[in-house]
């Protein structure tokens, strides 16, 4: 967070930094007089007179009245200038994306036009330098979407719906986390914003929306077939597909994401296999089965995955 890549960011490492300033002077101040009490020790306790009275009074009443109420007002009133700045920032964005929080993983949906709608997941792609609205609900427990270098975090509350803006002024693949527990899996809850040239993104929202491409290489094709003919579909869509389960992310274009399981594995063929053999080895207790399916059912069926792109 303290490598901004967008002006929300900016505006919070700005706040951090004066924080850590001021917070370093009070430290260096409060040790420079405790020293100073320490070494120059008059022993004036038993001085009752009215004056010696006052002096100590003075100090308490400066010292540790006057003077943190002046620091901590400043402080306060700064934070709440910075809050208001990012609760303003880009309301009237003209991409509005809904991000939904489920153990352990995050819906993506772009909105819009009916015809232009479409739903991914873990993986939320910007143009650089505009802002994006995020509207962000939950589908089962309080979550918290963070992306350090681009915004505060905001939590993902059942039944209500906050929203965020954030912007990307350079290009870059940005880490985002779950940051509140939720569960066993909290910890690989994490996704990615990829900023992308204007250009780019909309090539990329192109082919998010386009249906599954069919298979045309043997080995795919029988994929397809088995990724039907099993349980896959009760859970997955492939827009395009009879596959329209509802239970866990959009598969359409699973190919085209950089990771797996909500960031937990890098997007490889291996990782693949891996994952759909076993998926409760690598995430214990995530909602995906372990579907008995013979190596060669295994093999089609990485291989279609990979190829919707
Ligand atoms: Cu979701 Cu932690």
Redesign the pocket.
């Known amino acids: 967070m303290l490598h901004p890549g967008g002006p929300a960011a900016e505006r919070i490492a700005e706040l951090w930094w004066v924080m850590f300033g001021i917070a370093a002077v009070v430290c260096v101040l409060v040790i420079v007089l405790a020293l100073y009490a320490v070494l120059h020790r008059r022993d004036d306790r038993t001085d009752a007179s009215p004056h010696a009275e006052r002096r100590r009074t003075r100090w308490i009443v400066v010292g540790g009245v006057v003077f943190p109420a002046v620091v901590l007002t400043g402080v306060f009133i700064y934070t709440l200038a910075t809050l208001g700045w990012l609760a303003r920032h880009g309301r009237d964005a003209e991409i509005v994306v809904e991000v939904t929080?489920w153990?352990?993983w995050w819906e993506v949906r772009y909105l819009g036009e009916p015809h232009e709608q479409f739903t991914t997941a873990n993986e939320i792609h910007i143009p650089t330098g505009r802002p994006v609205r995020l509207r962000l609900a939950s589908g089962d427990v309080i979550?918290?979407f963070w992306v350090p270098q681009l915004q505060g975090k905001t939590d993902l509350i059942p039944g209500q719906t906050n929203t965020l803006t954030i912007q990307a002024d350079r290009e870059g693949v940005y880490r985002g986390q779950?940051?509140?527990?939720?569960g066993l899996q909290?910890a690989h809850?994490a996704f990615v914003v990829v900023a992308q040239t204007p250009g780019e993104y909309a090539a990329w929202v192109e082919s998010q929306r386009a249906l599954a491409r069919e298979p045309t290489e043997p080995l795919a094709r029988a994929g397809h077939a088995a990724f039907l003919r099993n349980g896959c579909v009760l859970c997955h869509t492939i827009r395009g597909t009879t596959a329209r389960g509802r239970v866990g992310p959009d598969l359409t274009h699973v190919g085209s994401r950089l990771t797996l399981a909500a960031g937990t594995l890098e997007n490889t063929r291996g990782n693949l296999a891996g994952w759909i053999s076993d998926p409760q080895a690598i995430k214990p207790g995530n909602l995906m089965p372990h579907v008995p399916l013979s190596p060669e059912e295994l093999l089609g069926i990485v291989t279609y995955l990979e190829s919707l792109r």
């Open positions: 929080g153990r352990w979550h918290s779950c940051a509140e527990f939720c909290h809850m």
